[in-house]
């Protein structure tokens, strides 16, 4: 039999390999392709592989049993009759059963010749009657398991097959082989997920769709709140608040005439949409008439708009007190993220107590910002300024706060950025104030373009009929809403 470097060196990349190297790159490809990579709450369910882990840790079999009870006694009962005289082969040839299996559920359904290499290499009626013999080569067969895991593993699994081979105790080798076979058997169970998921997703979403709309058949005036919504988002897009002074010149004392007046952009099912979702992050909870399509995501949304509402104070918290401690520490990284573990830490009670929580928030962060001045050897702030730090972030806990109306807009202006241009452009260019939480935005971002997305696949159809009545026809015709 060939060695393993040997093996290595002139196996081809077959179709098990390429699936395995394939599903190496799987994460990359799903955060670049946000739109494709949302999992319905059926599959989500279904294949998460947290749940898969926990199902085979479950499991009745030696695979199931491998982190907690083989390491004290099935290994150590392997050792003991693997070195008995003669030697006893019956844990043996269980553990080499199992390692079959696995090896087989390595390979696809072409791969027969590999298929019946496998089980001629490892026939347990030839096995058992090599034990009756006593004439069983553990690690001969040890080193042919070896040489199939360098054919089948990815990339990523490459080091640790090669490390199995200077392994020269029997025992000890069978169990590295067994605990890489299974992280082996794990990528496979992740690229046929990923490989099925343009399918589950698409099932998914007829699904829904067909169960709504046999609703619809029942209950002909379902749709009564979902087109409230997207008329009041409409109107809102058509005659916007004058409120919003993000971007006017505070210092500019002439109203604009009205030849300078902005004129509205013209309205698309995109845009709409957008304004829609967006204002869920908002709604009233004593509002009874929440879109009917959006029901069933209704508990989503709310832990969206918590996650929002956390992020807003943070970045308040921490565009203030960059103000006042200036560009040295918040060069720091370090610090940053101290300051962020500790508000955010005192920000999750923040919806039922807001004054007392600014209050906690104050104190904690103008402490630290007087350590780390001192650690560095700075200047400590003014007794001054320290009232006025404390006074200003102190503040953020009241609704009109400037500092927060503001992060609060540019927010769900980078989420509404999110829903029509995809999460990494809208990280490209983040206005001023939210750069120090990006990582905690991409997340938010995230979500909330899975959440929506997914929703407006499988209500394209009826968004679509409403939003005719809502904008010109000519840009219903050029802009569907399910082609966003």
């Given at each position: ?112 010749r590999l298929r019946n290499e496998i089980e001629e290499a490892l026939d347990m009626n ?222 999750e009670d923040f919806n039922s107590k807001p004054e007392e929580v600014m209050q906690t ?56 950025c999110c829903f029509v241009l995809g999460v990494q452009r809208s990280l490209l260019d ?55």
């Open positions: 039999m060939p060695d393993v470097k040997e093996r290595a060196a002139r196996k081809e990349p077959g179709a098990a390999e390429s699936a395995s190297r394939e599903s190496r790159g799987g994460n990359t490809r799903e955060s670049a392709s946000s739109a494709q990579g949302h999992r319905s709450r059926m599959t989500e369910k279904a294949y998460d592989p947290s749940k898969l882990e926990e199902r085979k840790s479950s499991s009745s079999s030696l695979e199931g049993k491998g982190k907690d009870t083989m390491p004290s006694d099935f290994w150590d009962h392997l050792k003991e009759q693997l070195s008995a005289v003669p030697p006893d082969f019956s844990c043996a040839l269980e553990l080499l059963k199992e390692i079959k299996e696995i090896l087989l559920s390595l390979l696809l359904p072409r791969q027969s030839f096995l058992h009657q090599q034990v009756d013999r006593g004439d069983l080569n553990v690690s001969y067969l040890s080193k042919y398991i070896l040489n199939m895991m360098v054919l089948l593993c990815a990339p990523v699994r490459d080091e640790a097959v090669q490390r199995l081979e200077n392994i020269s105790d029997p025992v000890r080798l069978l169990r590295g082989i067994f605990q890489v076979l299974g992280q082996m058997k794990m990528d496979m169970v992740n690229y046929t997920i990923q490989s099925l998921q343009p399918q589950l997703q698409e099932h998914s979403i007829q699904f829904e769709r067909a169960q709504f709309q046999e609703r619809l058949n029942k209950e002909p005036s379902l749709l009564n709140h979902t087109t409230k919504w997207l008329t009041q988002a409409a109107t809102q897009l058509i005659a916007p608040s004058t409120s919003c002074s993000d971007t006017q010149d505070p210092s500019s004392s002439d109203d604009p005439s009205p030849s300078d007046a902005a004129v509205p952009e013209p309205l698309s099912p995109a845009m709409v949409l957008s304004q829609g979702f967006l204002n869920l992050l908002t709604w009233d909870p004593s509002n009874e008439e929440f879109p009917e399509t959006l029901v069933v995501d209704r508990t989503r949304l709310q832990e969206l708009e918590s996650q929002q509402n956390q992020l807003t104070i943070l970045a308040s918290v921490l565009l203030v007190a960059s103000s006042f401690s200036g560009s040295v520490l918040f060069s720091s990284p370090q610090f940053v993220d101290k300051l962020k573990r500790i508000t955010k830490s005192l920000v928030v104050s104190e904690q962060v103008t402490q630290e910002i007087h350590q780390s001045l001192k650690s560095m050897g700075l200047d400590a702030l003014s007794s001054e300024n320290t009232v006025s730090l404390v006074g200003q972030l102190k503040n953020i806990a009241k609704k009109e706060n400037c500092v927060r109306s503001v992060i609060d807009q540019r927010i769900h202006l980078f989420l509404k983040l206005p001023g104030g939210l750069t120090l939480i990006e990582p905690e935005l991409a997340e938010l971002g995230q979500k909330f373009v899975t959440l929506t997305h997914h929703n407006q696949q499988v209500f394209a159809p009826y968004y679509t009929e409403i939003l005719k009545t809502l904008i010109s026809p000519a840009q219903a015709l050029t802009t569907k809403v399910g082609s966003l």
